[in-house]
């Protein structure tokens, strides 16, 4: 294991050397210590690399990664895991607002809660909240699914496309133009295999799925394919 | 942006360290607003006094032989601490109205920071370590204080405009955010009486707070009708001669992190302000929920 103490090192230095390792890289399992809630760690990473960050983190941990799991032992601050392309991020800890906002791919764990707008305008990203989530998570959601083990704070997935929600406690209010959908098999399917991923301890049959009533945007069957 | 941070102590024993460990936390935010800074320090060495602190573009001019003047004026001694611009008046509680009537004749040009009998604050134009410096913050004692940092978006950058602004009798307010009905609501408080510095959304925040409780609210009650009455962004950090209290506007996109062990309650706008606390490994830290009013008190 590498490790890079940010008592020490600047920034800069820490994301370059992370982000200089590829696809064919050796050094794969690395260690940031005394992070002290610094901003934007672990960005833009671009290979198959094990990142654990022991401590809290401030502003955009994670964001735009590919690939890497990032793995941070306490709480993050606002926009962690902004636009992740693929790849893992795990907060043991509690997530500031807008986690996991326009990500593209890959999986964001938060074992605590979330904040407000947790995954506001979600493309694609795989998020599986253990805690609760606050207002207006999963705003202009596109595609993707959000899985929230307690409860979801106000206006739920307003304004949402084709992303699937996912709630097992209550849902404060739905936002405009999401509604509550029927739980088919293929959804079980798909929570289940999320419910595994994140090591959560709940059944697939104790949530509700939510998502688009399809009323709001100009919705076409015919390109069901593309979200 | 803004950074706002706070700390009160539940631990006598940390009580001498408070500036110290304020100034540290807020210089951590200096980043989040370079423009001014100020600090408000609830101090616990008063001997059933009243303190004025006031504030002077021209501290040589306008402080010499203040105390003096002003003692012969309201006919009952008073003491001075000179801090650079700012001055500390301790006089008799009895004599406070006549005391600022008395000012305002005998030094017109001089500013009344705070009013309280155990507050004190502190602003100044500049970064925080440099506005922490002028002003010795390190070496002061107290059981609890607030501190700001101003990035200027609605106002000019004086120090009338940088905070904490005076609310009240040991009462203060600080704010990250923007108010956006601050002219129709500053007119309204006019026609109401109240009386502006500045054209900084702030200080109509802290007037209509003051206002509230002018008018039968306590401050729990004003900061709740706030909610209702401030169009906006805000996370408020008040003041109060007991503790403090939190809220932040219903869309909450301004930050707050909160931290609470045996021995303190802390808050910054960002996790990076608390970090070298003691015991912060272990502290409860968690985000104040949306347009919820937290309270700390003795």
Request: proline share 3%; charged share 25%; with cysteine.
């Amino acid at each position: 294991m590498q490790t890079l103490d940010m008592a020490t090192t600047e920034l800069r230095e820490v994301n370059a050397t992370l982000q200089s390792q590829k696809a064919d890289t050796n050094q794969r399992a690395w260690e940031i210590v005394n992070p002290k809630g610094s901003h934007a760690i672990a960005c833009g990473l671009d290979g198959p690399i094990e990142v654990t960050v022991r401590g809290s983190t401030g502003y955009y941990c994670g964001g735009m990664n590919k690939e890497a799991t990032v793995h941070i032992v306490g709480s993050a601050g606002p926009g962690v895991a902004e636009n992740m392309m693929s790849g893992t991020v795990i907060i043991d800890g509690d997530a500031s607002q807008y986690a996991g906002a326009t990500g593209h791919g890959g999986l964001l764990v938060i074992k605590g809660n979330a904040s407000s707008r947790c995954g506001i305008s979600m493309k694609g990203i795989d998020i599986v909240v253990h805690g609760n989530i606050g207002h207006m998570s999963a705003f202009m959601a596109q595609s993707g699914n959000l899985v929230v083990l307690g409860d979801a704070g106000d206006a739920l997935g307003d304004s949402c496309y084709e992303a699937r929600f996912f709630v097992r406690g209550k849902v404060k209010s739905l936002g405009a133009d999401c509604e509550e959908k029927e739980m088919r098999p293929e959804h079980i399917e798909i929570l289940k295999d999320l419910l595994e991923r994140a090591g959560a301890d709940a059944k697939p049959e104790e949530f509700t799925r939510y998502g688009s009533a399809r009323k709001l945007y100009n919705f076409n069957i015919d390109n069901a394919a593309a979200y | 942006m803004c950074g706002i941070v706070g700390l009160f102590l539940k631990d006598k024993s940390l009580e001498p360290q408070l500036g110290s460990m304020l100034t540290d936390m807020l210089v951590t935010m200096t980043d989040r607003g370079p423009d001014s800074a100020g600090i408000a320090i609830y101090g616990n060495d008063v001997d059933q006094n009243f303190k004025l602190t006031v504030q002077s573009d021209r501290p040589d001019e306008d402080f010499a032989n203040l105390d003096k003047e002003l003692a012969d004026a309201i006919g009952t001694p008073v003491s001075m601490r000179l801090k650079d611009t700012h001055a500390v008046l301790e006089m008799d509680a009895g004599k406070t109205k006549s005391a600022r009537a008395a000012l305002r004749e005998l030094r017109p040009s001089v500013r009344v920071m705070s009013v309280g009998d155990t507050v004190e604050i502190y602003k100044e134009v500049g970064l925080p370590k440099d506005v922490a410096e002028r002003f010795d913050v390190r070496s002061m004692s107290g059981s609890h204080g607030i501190g700001h940092t101003r990035m200027a978006t609605e106002s000019a950058i004086t120090t009338m405009g940088a905070h904490p602004f005076s609310t009240g009798s040991d009462q203060c307010l600080v704010h990250n955010g923007s108010l956006s009905n601050h002219n129709s609501l500053r007119r309204k408080l006019k026609r109401e009486g109240m009386t502006f510095e500045t054209e900084n959304d702030t200080e109509v925040g802290a007037a209509y707070l003051t206002y509230k409780m002018q008018n039968g609210s306590n401050l729990g009650e004003a900061l709740e009708s706030s909610l209702e009455d401030l169009d906006g962004f805000f996370t408020f950090l008040v003041g109060t001669k007991d503790g403090f209290g939190v809220v932040r506007d219903p869309i909450a996109c301004k930050p707050a992190v909160m931290a609470e062990t045996d021995q303190y309650v802390a808050f910054g706008s960002e996790y990076r302000a608390l970090v070298n606390l003691p015991g912060i490994e272990d502290a409860k830290v968690w985000e104040p929920e949306p347009a919820t009013v937290y309270f700390w008190s003795h």
